[in-house]
């Protein structure tokens, strides 16, 4: 019986090669988005399982209360909290520090620059880190001792294999020894390092780590199996407060099952994150799985005519109804499984291209059997999907009316066929509103006016000799003609940074609950940045001139009264500034949100960036190269890295353009699969409808007359899918830019744009096939009659 | 084998109800070969479709091989259906997606007969309609006469107890058509059942007796040839 079945399945399909190519193509775009959607979900999800006890382990971040809000700081606990907690809390087993920085490895003649961390020896079992060479109990016995992953022993050595006790010279100072190698951490891995060196060698010469009045560390605890997460959070909230007696600075526990995809706090607690994009996105495959599905329902219902006959003809031979709706579903699945090897082969062709845009390595692994059950599964939804209402419908034929030759007259299938075609439509014009809204707000927030001046802006790291040489640095730098001015920050320009509270000044109240951030900067940094003082003066090159002043921004200005502040002083924790100057507001941080108070410090030897303006008369290749030299002359050594800031604000906004890109992408598959649909029912109808156009042909009837005519339907279903999509994609979007303090408001026109490109696209689409019949001859189309 | 009484049959509308059988009764010996004529409209086909158990009727009694069958359900009437009727029909109503073979095939499928056995039979009643050369070929390839041989060959593959057949010879030609006819006569001088829909007296003469109907009730019935069934039954 299935062997007829999938025969005369194979047969209709072949026989109808054009109805079946527009359902396999729907169907095989629904499951290739899909299987895009799932391989980005699956890898999202899969993130940080490489720790074990997943359930156990939890990072420390801490809440601090400002304005009587919670805000939650990450790489900010003291440095003698890790080993309060272990000591103070029975169910803490393990903890452990973990700060990140660069260091540069030399060996032989050559140097490499790699990221990895200072860490205490209790990190290696919290984040389950697998020795090959070594082991974790002895790897920090002493403190130059270096434990490195596979990546870097294959990039330092040759044969990288037996290197315990091996020396590398790091920053060109200190010879450190390897105690140990570890197996490289997966790319899906929150926290990662190429390198852990002992946490001392960070703290040593820093008395203020072992004090609780800075913030300044990760910090990472595992739990006693068993361990109740409420009350262990409860006791670890009140270890910071017992230690200070400051209420409004806690610890607070984040599970490392959340560390990916839940990381957005809100008043202390967590809100959400990545997580939204993963079930939006999982909603989105929904969605084009559906559209696709309902291609499939339209086409085959709309052809139902054709396969009446068949149905007619084996209820009288005795099937009953179950196996006839058997057959059409194994049809269905057929089809299905045709689109998925379709899709499997689309698939390997466009991951390469859909990771670039996603900035993943996503891999098809088409043999894992998770991957492969998933393909089935979606295949299997969408045989099921599509095949189960033509089923019930073809199958539900009465023999009788069939081979008596009775109009089959489907009011109802008409009806659910319009309705189908109204949804696929609605949610078309739902992503081409939210995708022209989600670009207008990323545009608007890279087109607002930052309060600096981000371009021709070159980012330097500050290492090795580059303080101690800034002078020299500088002049030779402008003395080449293409660097009009050097600043320093202790701070990345674009970032939240160095910030705190707790300062006096006079005409505030509640002064100490202020959230100030704090820069130390040289004199020229204002000029590089492109921040204009709109008071005072700003620092002098000797920095001991200004070493008791400060400079402020607009927003602080404001909080200290309306009467200009120069000349006013600031208390920070003992020591007084004067302000000697203020400077326009500039947004850092969060780029939506809005420019919060800054305090300026003229002390260069904090700083970690050097911020070059450039003279834009001069090519971009020539000004890095006039930089690496100067750099290569006087910090000789340390490889030359560098960043353009505005590269480096637009790479912040690499969520919004993920979700700009993929929602681009998902609305154009989207209206291709609708188009599809709308192709092949407007082919069935042009050919249900030859007779009747002949008719009016011969009457008289111009071509224009009968496109106009055909397609007239079809513009009503898309009219009455803007009437719903329209309200719909508003209230969705409404409430996504609620989530922006710097936003757009919504204008009328892009529901204007988005339904004149749904009518023409479906207009398109459907007067080919409308121009194609009302050319026909009309004797032809009458004669067949 | 089958006895109809004060069969009703009613189709409405919202506005009209048509009455397509009025209070029609009578009796098919086995073995029997009746003809239903009458004009267009007089309820023929609403009969065919009654006795071949693709329709209910509204009121009246229907015993099939001495069984009550009228107000059976749909998968009733279809287990009954497929393990007794055959049916011809003017249209052939052959699958355009099967081939000769497996046009044939289906009815074996559905009552459940095991491949090597569906073959032998195919083979047997192919062989026996003259089409074996055929089948491998499908419907579209054939003639009219030739298809309706396949439909025919269909029809008693089964070896059903009757077989109804709606102008059979209406879509064909009358060499073609004989050749149709005669294959019936055979079948059911072989002791199959036959009852016939037709417009053609030439072909009506091919039965034992013709019942002429209008406005869905019996008028005449004309005996051509006594038939006496072997065994008496209802």
């Given at each position: 019986m299935l062997k007829n079945y999938i025969k005369i399945a194979l047969r209709n399909l072949w026989k109808k090669k054009g109805y079946s190519t527009l359902n396999i193509f729907g169907l095989a775009i629904g499951i290739t988005c899909a299987s895009l959607i799932l391989l980005w979900v699956e890898d999202e999800m899969s993130f940080d399982t490489v720790v074990a006890d997943q359930e156990l382990v939890y990072s420390v971040p801490t809440n601090q209360k400002y304005d009587?809000?919670?805000?939650?700081?990450?790489?900010?606990?003291?440095?003698?909290?890790?080993?309060?907690?272990?000591?103070?809390?029975?169910?803490?087993?393990?903890?452990?520090?973990?700060?990140?920085?660069?260091?540069?490895?030399?060996?032989?003649?050559?140097?490499?620059?790699?990221?990895?961390?200072?860490?205490?020896?209790?990190?290696?079992?919290?984040?389950?880190?697998?020795?090959?060479?070594?082991?974790?109990?002895?790897?920090?016995?002493?403190?130059?001792?270096?434990?490195?992953?596979?990546?870097?022993?294959?990039?330092?050595?040759?044969?990288?294999?037996?290197?315990?006790?091996?020396?590398?010279?790091?920053?060109?100072?200190?010879?450190?020894?390897?105690?140990?190698?570890?197996?490289?951490?997966?790319?899906?891995?929150?926290?990662?390092?190429?390198?852990?060196?002992?946490?001392?060698?960070?703290?040593?010469?820093?008395?203020?780590?072992?004090?609780?009045?800075?913030?300044?560390?990760?910090?990472?605890?595992?739990?006693?199996?068993?361990?109740?997460?409420?009350?262990?959070?409860?006791?670890?909230?009140?270890?910071?407060?017992?230690?200070?007696?400051?209420?409004?600075?806690?610890?607070?526990?984040?599970?490392?099952?959340?560390?990916?995809?839940?990381s957005d706090f809100k008043n202390g607690k967590v809100v959400g994150g990545r997580i939204e994009y993963v079930q939006l996105f999982s909603f989105i495959a929904l969605i084009i799985v559906l559209i696709a599905c309902i291609n499939f329902m339209n086409l085959s219902t709309a052809r139902s005519e054709k396969r009446a006959n068949e149905v007619g003809v084996r209820k009288t031979l005795g099937s009953d109804k179950k196996q006839l709706i058997f057959q059409f579903i194994t049809e269905a699945l057929l089809t299905a499984l045709l689109a998925a090897v379709l899709s499997v082969l689309v698939l390997i062709l466009i991951l390469p291209a859909f990771n670039a845009l996603i900035d993943k390595q996503l891999s098809l692994g088409i043999t894992i059997p998770s991957h492969l059950l998933s393909l089935l599964a979606i295949t299997l939804i969408c045989g099921i999907l599509a095949g189960l209402y033509p089923a019930f419908y073809l199958s539900s034929f009465k023999p009788i009316d069939v081979l008596k030759g009775n109009r089959i007259q489907a009011k109802g299938a008409g009806f659910i066929r319009k309705g189908l075609?109204?949804?696929?439509?609605?949610?078309?014009?739902?992503?081409?509103?939210?995708?022209?809204?989600?670009?207008?707000?990323?545009?608007?927030?890279?087109?607002?006016?930052?309060?600096?001046?981000?371009?021709?802006?070159?980012?330097?790291?500050?290492?090795?000799?580059?303080?101690?040489?800034?002078?020299?640095?500088?002049?030779?730098?402008?003395?080449?003609?293409?660097?009009?001015?050097?600043?320093?920050?202790?701070?990345?320009?674009?970032?939240?940074?160095?910030?705190?509270?707790?300062?006096?000044?006079?005409?505030?109240?509640?002064?100490?609950?202020?959230?100030?951030?704090?820069?130390?900067?040289?004199?020229?940094?204002?000029?590089?940045?492109?921040?204009?003082?709109?008071?005072?003066r700003g620092f002098s090159s000797v920095v001991s001139n200004d070493s008791a002043n400060a400079l402020i921004t607009e927003s602080f200005a404001k909080l200290m009264g309306t009467e200009s502040p120069i000349g006013k002083t600031i208390d920070r924790y003992g020591d007084v500034y004067t302000i000697i100057g203020v400077t326009n507001d500039y947004l850092y941080g969060d780029m939506y949100g809005t420019s919060d108070p800054v305090m300026f410090f003229n002390y260069p030897p904090e700083a970690q960036y050097m911020y070059i303006k450039t003279n834009p008369k001069y090519a971009a290749t020539e000004i890095l190269n006039t930089i690496e030299t100067t750099l290569k002359t006087y910090n000789p050594g340390y490889p030359f890295k560098y960043r353009f800031v505005d590269d480096d604000f637009n790479a912040r906004f690499k969520s919004e353009q993920l979700v700009g890109s993929l929602s681009q992408i998902f609305a154009l598959?989207?209206?291709?699969?609708?188009?599809?649909?709308?192709?092949?029912?407007?082919?069935?109808?042009?050919?249900?409808?030859?007779?009747?156009?002949?008719?009016?042909?011969?009457?008289?009837?111009?071509?224009?007359?009968?496109?106009?005519?055909l397609s007239k339907d079809f513009i009503v279903l898309v009219l009455i899918a803007i009437v719903i999509a329209v309200p719909v994609a508003w209230f969705m979007m409404h409430n996504w830019l609620q989530g922006f303090a710097y936003r757009i408001s919504i204008n009328v026109w892009v529901f204007a744009v988005a339904g004149i490109a749904a009518i023409g696209i479906a207009l398109l689409t459907v007067s080919f096939q409308a121009i194609k019949a009302a050319i026909a001859n009309p004797v032809k189309s009458l004669r067949t009659e | 084998?089958?006895?109809?009484?004060?069969?009703?049959?009613?189709?409405?509308?919202?506005?009209?109800?048509?009455?397509?059988?009025?209070?029609?009764?009578?009796?098919?010996?086995?073995?029997?070969?009746?003809?239903?004529?009458?004009?267009?409209?007089?309820?023929?086909?609403?009969?065919?479709?009654?006795?071949?158990?693709?329709?209910?009727?509204?009121?009246?009694?229907?015993?099939?091989?001495?069984?009550?069958?009228?107000?059976?359900?749909?998968?009733?009437?279809?287990?009954?259906?497929?393990?007794?009727?055959?049916?011809?029909?003017?249209?052939?109503?052959?699958?355009?997606?099967?081939?000769?073979?497996?046009?044939?095939?289906?009815?074996?499928?559905?009552?459940?007969?095991?491949?090597?056995?569906?073959?032998?039979?195919?083979?047997?009643?192919?062989?026996?309609?003259?089409?074996?050369?055929?089948?491998?070929?499908?419907?579209?390839?054939?003639?009219?006469?030739?298809?309706?041989?396949?439909?025919?060959?269909?029809?008693?593959?089964?070896?059903?107890?009757?077989?109804?057949?709606?102008?059979?010879?209406?879509?064909?030609?009358?060499?073609?058509?004989?050749?149709?006819?005669?294959?019936?006569?055979?079948?059911?001088?072989?002791?199959?059942?036959?009852?016939?829909?037709?417009?053609?007296?030439?072909?009506a003469k091919y039965s034992h007796r013709i019942i002429r109907m209008l406005d869905g009730q019996k008028v005449t019935e004309n005996v051509l040839t006594e038939y006496k069934s072997n065994t008496l039954e209802v």
């Open positions: 009587g809000q919670w805000r939650t700081f990450f790489q900010a606990t003291p440095g003698p909290l890790a080993a309060a907690l272990k000591a103070e809390i029975p169910e803490i087993t393990q903890a452990a520090r973990l700060r990140s920085t660069d260091f540069l490895f030399s060996l032989n003649s050559s140097s490499v620059s790699s990221s990895g961390s200072f860490a205490d020896a209790d990190i290696f079992e919290i984040l389950n880190l697998k020795f090959i060479e070594g082991k974790a109990s002895e790897a920090f016995r002493v403190k130059e001792g270096i434990v490195i992953t596979q990546k870097v022993a294959k990039i330092l050595f040759e044969d990288p294999t037996n290197l315990l006790g091996k020396t590398i010279l790091i920053d060109q100072k200190d010879n450190f020894k390897i105690t140990g190698v570890v197996e490289d951490l997966p790319e899906n891995t929150t926290y990662s390092f190429n390198w852990l060196v002992p946490f001392e060698n960070f703290t040593y010469d820093k008395p203020w780590t072992q004090e609780y009045g800075s913030n300044f560390t990760e910090t990472f605890v595992k739990l006693s199996a068993g361990a109740d997460f409420n009350s262990v959070n409860e006791k670890v909230k009140g270890v910071l407060p017992a230690k200070t007696g400051d209420e409004d600075t806690q610890a607070i526990l984040h599970s490392a099952k959340n560390w990916h995809l839940r075609v109204i949804t696929q439509f609605v949610i078309s014009i739902i992503f081409i509103i939210s995708t022209l809204l989600v670009y207008q707000q990323v545009q608007h927030v890279k087109n607002r006016d930052l309060g600096m001046n981000k371009e021709n802006l070159i980012q330097i790291p500050v290492n090795g000799n580059v303080i101690k040489n800034r002078n020299s640095i500088t002049e030779s730098l402008k003395n080449s003609g293409m660097i009009t001015s050097v600043g320093l920050s202790n701070s990345n320009i674009l970032s939240a940074g160095n910030n705190g509270s707790g300062l006096k000044w006079q005409g505030g109240d509640n002064t100490e609950d202020v959230l100030v951030s704090y820069r130390y900067i040289n004199d020229e940094y204002l000029t590089a940045a492109g921040i204009e003082l709109v008071e005072g598959l989207a209206i291709l699969i609708s188009c599809l649909g709308l192709f092949g029912l407007s082919a069935f109808t042009a050919e249900q409808r030859r007779k009747e156009i002949g008719v009016r042909k011969v009457l008289g009837s111009s071509v224009a007359g009968i496109v106009r005519l | 084998m089958i006895k109809i009484t004060d069969l009703e049959k009613y189709y409405a509308t919202e506005e009209v109800r048509t009455i397509a059988l009025n209070k029609l009764s009578f009796q098919v010996q086995k073995g029997e070969f009746v003809a239903v004529m009458g004009p267009s409209g007089c309820g023929k086909s609403t009969l065919l479709n009654i006795l071949g158990l693709l329709d209910d009727p509204d009121g009246g009694s229907f015993i099939f091989n001495g069984i009550e069958v009228a107000g059976f359900n749909e998968r009733k009437r279809a287990d009954l259906r497929k393990h007794n009727i055959g049916f011809v029909f003017q249209s052939f109503n052959l699958i355009d997606e099967l081939t000769v073979f497996e046009n044939v095939e289906l009815p074996l499928i559905y009552t459940g007969v095991k491949p090597a056995e569906r073959k032998a039979r195919v083979d047997e009643v192919l062989e026996k309609m003259q089409i074996m050369h055929r089948r491998k070929h499908f419907p579209q390839q054939l003639s009219g006469g030739q298809q309706q041989r396949v439909a025919v060959a269909r029809a008693v593959v089964n070896n059903p107890k009757l077989i109804l057949a709606d102008e059979p010879t209406g879509n064909l030609d009358s060499s073609n058509g004989n050749e149709v006819m005669d294959l019936l006569t055979e079948l059911n001088e072989a002791g199959t059942t036959i009852i016939m829909v037709t417009h053609s007296e030439h072909d």
